[in-house]
């Protein structure tokens, strides 16, 4: 606190300091230039005293010296007069003087310190590269643990929206897991169920056990489970537990996306801008992009940009969502008879269907495709599309829970 009153108390005066000298050179008499009839009245002086010589020397006659010298005396008098118009109240500052070196301090002085309160760091120095990265390590190796970060969370409220047939069948799957603490196939639904549920404690506590039980077996996209539900436990902070299991997911996978972008948020996070906006503008150029970190990446990359020192960044165009059917569509099918709109809704499934196959999509569309069978009442192919997108989007549990709505929708799952 001293110190930052000290930095203060300098800076301030600093200001004052230069404001002060501004003001002067705008107020001040102008004593050292002189007028210019005064070189003229040395000139002239200077000639009373060649007149004289050259009446000496017998250049002029006695006449001829009386009337110049009176010439130049007259002349004399009318610049001395001049003179002293010139500086007569010289020395007094002038009103636009004294307004324009009041507004010139107040700017200065005011408009200085706002501008440092906006772009500089009050209590900090300007610290060379080598200092800023070490103290990016420090406060990447000092941070909170993920039971601290969570601690410091505000109680989260109920999820009311759950149904109480749900409710009953979380805490039927508790009971069984926990009499059944080895059963892989358990622990992947309690993990995964509890994460539907918002409860992301149990969830990547239930993940830990799925690491266990897998053992050699277990995958990228494992790690990436486990650090996500303990990232929005600890409401999106990447504790130094995150960052380790992201460090193994990408041991396995070095192209994960997830713990990519998990860890450019963590650069974000501990003071290396830099490095996370590296990370994300990599993932953007690779895509795809109905990848569900992508969004996330394009709302906050601008900013880590700036973050970074970047300023010639633009964020490139968001690809198009698949379009889907317009109003003439819509009007068109109401005029339609049963078996010509049910062969309609069967061509665009049939184009959804082969272009998820082909070029993949978001888990809206997948989600869209199942119900949409469901609807046809082509319960094979739905289960089937169904355990696909389970397969496409397995790690991603935000994904999964579209997917599982859809299904839902379909009837296939209560």
Known sequence: MADLTTFWILTLGLAFLVAALLALALVRARSGAEPAAAYDLQVYRDQL???????ARGLINAGDAERIRAEVSRRILAADAQVQAETEGQGQPRLPGLVMAAVSAVVLVIGSALLYLEIGAPGYGDLALADRLEMAEIARSERPSQQAAEDS????????????????LMERLRDTVAGRPDDLQGQILLAQNEA????????????????????????????TDYADMMILAAGGYVSPEAETALARALELDPENGPARYYTGLMMGQIGRPDQAFGIWRQL????????????????????????????????????????????????????????????????MVAGLSDRLATEGGPPEDWARLIGSLG????????????NNALEVFDGEPTAIGVIRDGARQAGLIP
């Open 49 to 55: 005293k060649e007149i004289d010589r050259d009446l």
């Open 284 to 347: 953007l150029v690779e895509g795809p992009g109905d990848a569900p970190w992508i969004e996330p990446i394009r709302l906050q990359i601008e900013e880590m940009a700036a973050r970074a020192g970047v300023t010639n960044f633009s964020l490139p165009q968001a690809t198009p969502a698949a379009p889907g059917p317009s109003q003439e569509d819509v009007e068109a099918a109401e005029q339609m008879s049963d078996e010509d709109r049910m062969a309609m809704i069967e061509g």
């Open 196 to 223: 539907r549920s918002g409860n992301f404690r149990a969830a990547y506590e239930a993940q830990s056990q799925v690491l266990r039980l897998k053992g050699d077996a277990v995958e990228a996209r494992d790690y």
């Open 375 to 386: 609807v046809l009442g082509r319960e094979a192919d739905a289960i089937a599309i169904y």
């Open 153 to 168: 969370l505000p109680p989260q409220p109920s999820l009311e929206q759950l149904s109480p047939d749900f409710v009953a």
